[in-house]
């Protein structure tokens, strides 16, 4: 079946550096993405989404870019803090379904 | 606050038994979802209600069962028949008009004695 998935499992980056998290998916009529962060025993927070007609959006630090030839979107945080020490969630929403597809995640560790 | 509040925290089942699972939300949003989490992996997806009186499997809907009944509620019962039940349960929801995100509960953590 068709599915988002990520790249990276594991990224470790050291604080005030620019982080880079990627995900790919596999289904060309998705026509809206979205970042979640997760932390430990908690639900998923909204971080940024992104519909099929841009290719970049800009948050506070974040930034979400699309890439739809090859089905590619990631998500750049902004001189990391050890705040954002979390497991990393795309989504994707499938044309005419109301529930989001996510991916396996990827888990941000920001070193001190 | 608005938000969506789940509970319990922590539940633990016994073999044989069902339990159910509270979610209920205030942002006034038509859809509602039920999600469960293993460890180490993303979401998928057990039920979804777009309206009250109305809901869908999602694609791991064996041994599950909901109801919907009122817009601000959306409970999950986790009956016998699932042989696997412990995970994190998710729950969502979303408004309609366009797409937009899901805002999630804190979850359930359901474990077996």
């Known amino acids: 079946g068709e599915s988002v998935g990520l790249h990276l499992p594991t990224l470790s980056v050291q604080e005030g550096d620019n982080s880079i998290i990627n995900c790919a998916y596999s289904?060309?009529?998705?026509?809206?993405f979205i970042w979640y962060k997760q932390e430990s025993g908690k639900g998923p927070q909204f971080i940024i989404d992104?519909?099929?007609?841009?290719d970049k959006r800009q948050g506070q630090r974040v930034t979400v870019l699309l890439n739809k030839t090859v089905k590619h979107l990631s998500l750049q945080i902004a001189a990391t803090q050890p705040g954002d020490s979390a497991v990393y969630f795309c989504?994707?929403?499938?044309?005419?379904?109301?529930?989001?597809?996510f991916g396996s995640g990827t888990r941000l560790q920001v070193q001190p | 606050d608005g938000g969506i509040t789940q509970s319990p925290k922590y539940l633990f089942r016994k073999e044989g038994q069902n339990v159910t699972l509270s979610c209920e939300q205030n942002?006034?949003?038509?859809?509602m979802y039920w999600y469960r989490q293993d460890p180490g992996q993303g979401l998928r997806l057990i039920y979804y209600?777009?309206?009250?009186?109305?809901?869908q499997k999602g694609d791991i809907a064996e041994g599950y069962s909901v109801s919907r009944e009122k817009k601000e509620s959306f409970p999950l019962t986790v009956t016998s028949a699932q042989k696997n039940p412990t995970a994190f349960y998710l729950c969502?929801?979303?408004?309609?008009?366009?797409?937009?995100?899901?805002?999630f509960g804190d979850g359930t953590r359901l474990s077996i004695l």
């Open positions: 992104i519909r099929s007609n841009m």
């Open positions: 969502a929801s979303t408004g309609t008009g366009g797409p937009q995100p899901q805002h």
């Open positions: 942002l006034n949003h038509d859809a």
């Open positions: 989504a994707e929403n499938m044309t005419g379904r109301r529930a989001l597809t």
């Open positions: 289904n060309s009529a998705s026509d809206y």
């Open positions: 209600s777009q309206i009250v009186n109305d809901f």
